[in-house]
């Protein structure tokens, strides 16, 4: 049953609105149990998303800033405390000479490979309470409405 937010919306937009605030919550949920999650490693979630994007890659703040749709000024405040940290460091980018590549260190691989660890342990243990199907479902929908979302941003003037 989808609460009604405003009697103008249509079952569709009530639903999407539904979608929508619950899809904020549980981020609110899941960046807390993250932050849960890597707390003894001395990490944040903002922190193990930096690591996910550079973990196979040296990339770019921009890269990072574009991949999780974050500020560039966020991602760099995130970059230079791990910087000072010893867990990231900048490297020479043969594509740009001013943008510096944000590589992991000996010990941000190490950090990286104990949270891929513990992640893998929790999604299992999380992926039980589905089945297969119902998460390829959800899935698909989430990057359909993020799809639709650009696409509608996209098409509105600046």
């Given amino acids: 049953m ?4 405003n ?3 249509t079952p569709a937009g009530a639903a999407i609105t539904e979608l929508i605030l619950t899809i904020f919550r549980t ?3 899941l960046l807390r149990t993250g932050d849960r999650m890597v707390r003894d490693l001395k990490l944040t979630s903002a922190r193990w998303q930096v690591i996910g994007a550079i973990d196979r890659q040296p990339r770019t703040v921009a890269q990072i800033a574009r991949e ?3 500020s560039r ?3 760099l405040w995130v970059v230079q405390s791990m910087a000072k940290d010893g867990l990231i460091e900048f490297v020479h980018n043969p594509d740009h000479r ?4 944000v590589q992991l260190t000996e010990a941000g691989l190490e950090v990286s ?3 891929s660890e513990m992640q893998c ?3 299992n243990d999380m992926g039980e309470a589905f089945g297969l199907e119902e998460l390829e479902q959800v899935l698909a929908v989430l990057r359909k409405l993020g799809d639709v979302a650009i696409e509608r941003d996209d098409e509105e003037p600046a």
């Fill in 68 to 70: 999780f749709e974050l």
């Fill in 98 to 101: 001013r943008a510096k590549l």
């Fill in 121 to 123: 342990e929790w999604a």
């Fill in 7 to 9: 009697p103008d919306h």
């Fill in 113 to 115: 490979r104990q949270v």
């Fill in 27 to 29: 981020n609110g949920r």
């Fill in 2 to 5: 989808v609460r009604g937010h």
């Fill in 73 to 75: 000024q966020g991602v």
